[in-house]
């Protein structure tokens, strides 16, 4: 009988280890899709030239229009809606919060080195840019661990066509 109890706790014990090792894999990979969402989001407002500034021979990024593409970008690729409150469908349950959204533009002396002791965080652009970094919250699945919240960070530099 003693044999018999002590299988069935060890197998309630093996499944609560897996059910913990599952929910740790869906943590990194809802991370790697947050990073993603983040590094196009990015690449999405470098790309917004000022065509008023370019047609003068100036070659920026239009701050409005980069604001706006990032936030077109990371609503449609982490399904968030205009708040940046998760949707039904999300893979997250907390709103997404911008921590940093800078544009690196022509004033800057180039290579430009961007540093953020707040976000442990430095990068060096070569042309103009855009620097963002954004705080997510994923929920656990279990109590006893709790949420795991990250600053995910991304960068871009504007490509020119030419």
Known sequence: MHKLLLLTLMAAVWMMLLALQI???AAIRTLFET???VNRAAHAAAQQ???GAL???VIRIDEAAAEAA????????????????????????DP????????????AVFPYTYRNEAY????????PGVILIVW??????FNVLGPVEWYVKGTAELVLPY
Do not use: C, F, H, W
Not at 70 to 93: F, G, I, K, V, W
């Open 23 to 25: 929910d740790r894999e």
């Open 35 to 37: 990073k993603r969402a």
């Open 49 to 51: 030239l000022d065509e």
């Open 55 to 57: 047609a003068s021979g």
């Open 70 to 93: 990032a936030l077109e970008y990371l609503q449609a690729n982490m399904r968030l809606d205009s708040s940046l409150s998760p949707l039904p469908n999300s893979m997250l349950r």
């Open 96 to 107: 997404v919060r911008i921590a940093v959204l800078r544009v690196v533009n022509e004033d």
């Open 120 to 127: 442990n965080y430095e990068v060096t652009l070569r042309r």
């Open 136 to 141: 997510v919250r994923y929920p656990s699945g």
